[in-house]
């Protein structure tokens, strides 16, 4: 079965980069998604990641995947107030059906 | 930007009532999915719906739940007769058929069950 594990919480300085890591246990993962989930609102995606890449760079994002040690990371550059969410890690296989990790809570501080 | 959009945004209903809670899933898109998150757990998977049936379903998803595309634009999650434990924010996604993988969220129902 599938089980996606976070990290519950990161507490991270404006202007500093935060890195939010997920392990997942599928190996027949196709994708592997970050949303992103502000207060009372719905979840949004910020990227995803095929898995036969290994990187990902968009804009302040970049996405890292260890597909040997079924490690997936998030880095957030220069993070700022907005950025203050929780953030969820999932794995999906062809049918596109996710499995999600519990969420890593940022809090970013002035 | 297309988006998936869903009504209610929060629904209150006394326990062993009927509830209904719509979507409205991004026009062109092909699969779409209910998933729901119980305050402070994970988002669940509950159900994929594809060429107007179900393509797979989770042991959440019981006899109780329901869903239906009544016309070319809605899908609907219908739970027969609520229960306390089906108290959480459930969301609606779909997604374009290929390889792109994006699965686009709704803004979700909170369902509070009393």
């Known amino acids: 079965g599938e089980d996606v594990e976070q990290s519950l919480f990161l507490s991270v300085r404006e202007g500093d980069s935060s890195v939010i890591n997920c392990t997942y246990t599928d190996s027949s993962s196709t994708y592997l998604y970050w949303y992103k989930q502000e207060p009372g609102a719905g979840l949004q995606l910020l990227t995803y990641i095929f898995s036969n890449m290994d990187m990902k760079q968009d804009q302040r994002l970049t996405v890292l995947l260890n597909k040997k040690d079924k490690h997936l990371s998030l880095r957030i550059a220069d993070t700022q107030t907005g950025d203050s969410a929780i953030y969820f890690c999932a794995e999906s296989t062809e049918d596109y059906k996710l499995s999600f990790g519990a969420g890593t809570t940022v809090t970013v501080r002035a | 930007e297309p988006e998936v959009t869903q009504t209610p945004s929060h629904q209150v209903t006394q326990m062993g009532q009927e509830v209904i809670l719509r979507c409205v899933p991004i026009?062109?898109?092909?699969?779409f999915y209910w998933y729901r998150q119980i305050l402070g757990q994970k988002v669940e998977f509950l159900v994929s719906?594809?060429?107007?049936?179900?393509?797979?379903k989770s042991e959440i998803f019981d006899d109780q739940f329901s869903v239906e595309r009544p016309d070319g634009s809605n899908f609907t999650l219908k739970i027969r007769s609520t229960k306390l434990e089906d108290s959480a924010m459930y969301f609606c996604?779909?997604?374009?058929?290929?390889?792109?993988?994006?699965?686009?969220f709704g803004e979700g129902s909170r369902l509070t069950v009393l």
């Open positions: 996604a779909s997604s374009e058929a290929g390889p792109r993988g994006e699965l686009f």
């Open positions: 026009s062109n898109h092909l699969y």
């Open positions: 719906f594809y060429n107007n049936e179900i393509s797979e």
